[in-house]
């Protein structure tokens, strides 16, 4: 289902939900569609949040737009040749 509909289904709640269909924008992930998993109370937030399986995520449908910002780890270090 697209992320307004789950935002209809689920008003004002985190949700833990399985990411379907996504496009990149720049530095942003922006997540179209989604299946709703389960709705997760606040107080089971961080717990739900860190141990998401890949594909998966906690979200607040508070948020009109699905937006993951992308950023590279600024403790990498890369190797150059030269």
């Known amino acids: 289902m697209k992320w307004e509909e789950a935002r209809e289904l689920f008003p004002n709640q985190l949700l833990l939900v399985s990411i379907l269909n996504y496009h990149y924008e720049g530095n942003k992930k922006i997540v179209d569609e989604v299946a709703p998993i389960r709705a997760i109370k606040d107080e089971e937030a961080n717990k739900a949040f860190f141990n998401a399986e890949e594909g998966t995520m906690v979200y ?9 910002h992308i950023r ?7 190797r150059r040749r030269y």
């Open 60 to 68: 607040h449908t508070g948020n009109t737009d699905f937006v993951i």
């Open 72 to 78: 590279k780890d600024p403790f990498m270090k890369v």
